[in-house]
């Protein structure tokens, strides 16, 4: 079956740095999606990673290992406004995107 | 990036009525949109992809007598819960990629149903 892990939940400290993980196992592959999804809202996009390696946009900077199946999204210079659920999903090899549960991450003053 | 409008963004409704809900591409022509559902802190569950001119395509588990899909043209796709039941209340949110597929979902601003 197809599978993505994230941690449910994760607590950090404004102005830090933190890393969610993401890993999955997929029928083939096809590209990485990181989302940001404030309560009540649809999610935004934050990246996108098929090459492995780091990609870097501002604050926020994604990493992908397709032979290990694993992915983070690292998060820098915490905001209060990032305190937001972030999903992890991957593009199948038949261009369906299978979701992970998300990662609800509270940032505290 | 192109943007995907999701309408009404709220509905209050009385069980045993209809709901329909509007996706519209408006800067991009969509072949393919998807419903996703989702429930207070889970993830999106998809339940059909809706195709241009032909069937949605529904998940396993998900009543496509009760939830129909209709996508009458590029830029539009409607759900409509029928038979609404305190149940079916819940976050439905659409989204469109551009044909080829290995691009990001741009999503609707989600519709949040209350069925009372």
């Known amino acids: 079956g197809q599978n993505i892990d994230q941690p449910t939940e994760m607590t950090a400290t404004e102005g830090a740095i933190v890393q969610i993980n993401c890993t999955y196992q997929t029928s083939g592959f096809n590209g990485l999606f990181w989302y940001q999804q404030h309560a009540g809202e649809a999610p935004t996009f934050l990246s996108y990673?098929?090459l492995d390696g780091l990609e870097e946009k501002g604050r926020f900077s994604s990493f992908l290992s397709r032979s290990k199946g694993y992915s983070y999204l690292l998060l820098k210079e915490l905001q209060m406004k990032d305190s937001a659920s972030y999903l992890c999903a991957v593009l199948d090899s038949n261009y369906q995107l299978i979701w992970g549960a998300g990662t609800k991450l509270i940032i505290k003053p | 990036g192109a943007v995907v409008s999701q309408h009404p963004s709220r509905v209050i409704c009385k069980s045993g009525t209809s709901v329909k809900i509007e996706c519209r591409s408006l800067?991009?022509?969509?072949?393919?949109m998807f419903w996703y559902r989702q429930f207070p802190k889970k993830s999106l569950m998809l339940m059909a992809t809706s195709n241009e001119g032909s069937k949605a395509t529904y998940e396993q588990g998900v009543e496509k007598d009760k939830f129909l899909i209709n996508h009458a043209s590029l830029t539009l796709s409607t759900l409509t819960v029928t038979s609404a039941h305190p149940e079916d209340s819940s976050f439905y949110i659409c989204?469109?990629?551009?044909?080829?597929?290995?691009?990001?979902?741009?999503f609707g601003q989600g519709t949040r149903l209350t069925v009372v």
């Open positions: 989204s469109a990629r551009y044909t080829g597929g290995d691009t990001e979902a741009f």
């Open positions: 990673n098929v």
């Open positions: 800067d991009f022509q969509a072949t393919t």
